[in-house]
């Protein structure tokens, strides 16, 4: 296995080369909230899917204690190919600039690169994922981040990234690697029931590992005006299982069900692990009648919730909800597209230990959509929709909470000055339109 993996390591399918080192300091925030790592971001558009947004999918893998690489994923599609002059050869090339830095803010940085990813086609390009890793050196004594900027070199896609990096801790999420069927490498860990996976740690040698399986459901938070505070994430796993070791470094996981497999190695009393989500096929989509009757249930009544769920043909009684809040059939299928692009966004966006249309960031952004600024600190997110200060301007706060199953979980700070707003796009949809269509 270790030789397995690397050779995964060494593996990058596209040419890779080392450019430049940048003595550039990184923008300070625009705002700010104390000192520090308290510093607010503000940034627009921050979950808005746009023309010119690069979608990449990227994670981190610290092999030992100073090597690490990161590993990407991009569908070609979105990248423009040039015929060279020369060779003839369709040529695309992404660009990747990267800082490591000690926090969020921090005004100076460990280091700083530029990556190009190249790839070649000798013919008209054919839909494929250029994928590959690149080399990081990171010694940092304390947890760090990485910040990202990638783009396309011949076109004008673009993507920021953060990523949150500790080396401290050989248990933590970053030093396992996902394999599947052919040895093939999995760039999340949302992996589809049913699938076979091989967990790689290749820092820590164990002789087994104990893995939790929590069962994944349908509940939803409760609206932002409740006083009912969401459970944060589960304590007490439904069931307990232990896989031996072959090889001393991974194991074989079934992922039977939809829920979180937690893996913890030799030890129980490590509070530290790694997550495997399994989901349901085509995630982050949303195609289940199950899922789109639950992720519906923000803009419904309990009456019609029922009757989706007690209805023998449920497809042509979630189709017949929308077309009795659309009015007609070209009004309908307008709201189902934006509505459940919304509820796929937040899966996109949000997932953590749950699907991301269940978290409290997931309900505001389907029902309010992409908030128009948001401002960022390590512990605080703060969304507002409409012009900041104005009576119909919207404010949500979101804080983070400390998860062992996932380093991207934020809970809304509710108040009952949010049944106004919350009723006002609520309604909007159930009148046949999309709550601040921003296209």
């Not at 590959?132 to 396309?152: K, V």
Request: charged fraction near 20%; hydrophobic fraction near 30%; include cysteine.
């Amino acid at each position: 296995m270790n030789k397995l993996i690397s050779r995964f390591l060494c593996l990058v399918s596209c040419t890779l080369i080392l450019v430049s080192c940048d003595t550039s300091k990184p923008q300070q925030g625009q705002q700010k909230q104390g000192q520090g790592r308290n510093k607010e971001r503000e940034q627009n558009r921050t979950y808005s899917k746009e023309d010119n947004e690069l979608q990449v999918s990227m994670f981190l893998y610290h092999s030992d204690e100073i090597n690490s690489q990161l590993y990407y994923n991009i569908n070609n599609n979105q990248v423009l190919y040039r015929k060279s002059d020369s060779t003839g050869d369709f040529i695309a090339r992404v660009k990747v600039f990267y800082k490591l830095l000690p926090n969020a803010d921090a005004k100076t940085y460990y280091d700083t690169a530029t990556v190009y990813i190249t790839d070649r086609s000798q013919k008209e390009p054919q839909t494929k994922y250029i994928t590959g890793c690149f080399p990081l050196r990171i010694n940092a004594p304390q947890p760090c981040y990485i910040e990202l900027h990638i783009s396309d070199v011949n076109g004008k896609r673009q993507h920021t990234h953060y990523i949150k990096c500790d080396k401290t801790n050989p248990y933590t999420q970053q030093n396992y690697m996902l394999l599947g069927s052919g040895s093939s490498i999995y760039y999340s860990n949302k992996i589809e029931s049913g699938s076979n996976v091989l967990v790689n740690n290749g820092r820590v040698p164990f002789h087994k590992a104990r893995v939790d399986f929590f069962m994944n459901d349908y509940s939803l938070p409760p609206p932002p005006f409740s006083q009912r505070e969401p459970l944060p994430y589960p304590s007490i796993p439904d069931s307990t299982f232990y896989v031996t070791s072959m090889d001393g470094h991974s194991i074989p996981l079934k992922v039977a069900k939809r829920g979180i497999y937690f893996i913890r190695l030799d030890s129980a009393s490590n509070a530290t692990g790694c997550t495997v989500m399994g989901v349901e096929q085509y995630f982050p989509k949303v195609l289940s009648h199950a899922q789109m009757i639950a992720a519906t249930r923000f803009i419904m009544n309990k009456d019609e919730h029922q009757k989706l769920l007690d209805a023998q043909d449920k497809q042509a009684a979630i189709d017949n909800f929308w077309l009795t809040l659309g009015g007609s059939q070209d009004r309908a299928k307008e709201l189902i597209k934006k509505y459940y692009n919304r509820v796929q966004d937040a899966n996109t966006f949000f997932t953590s230990h749950i699907e991301g249309w269940k978290t409290d960031m997931g309900m505001i952004y389907i029902v309010f959509g992409p908030p128009t600024k948001t401002y960022k600190t390590q512990q605080m997110e703060t969304w507002v929709y409409g012009k900041e200060g104005t009576p119909n301007s919207a404010t949500f706060r979101f804080e983070k909470i400390n998860n062992p199953f996932s380093d991207h979980n934020f809970k809304l700070i509710r108040n009952a000055s949010y049944s106004y707003p919350w009723t006002i796009a609520v309604n909007n949809w159930r009148e046949g339109h999309v709550y601040l269509d921003t296209k």
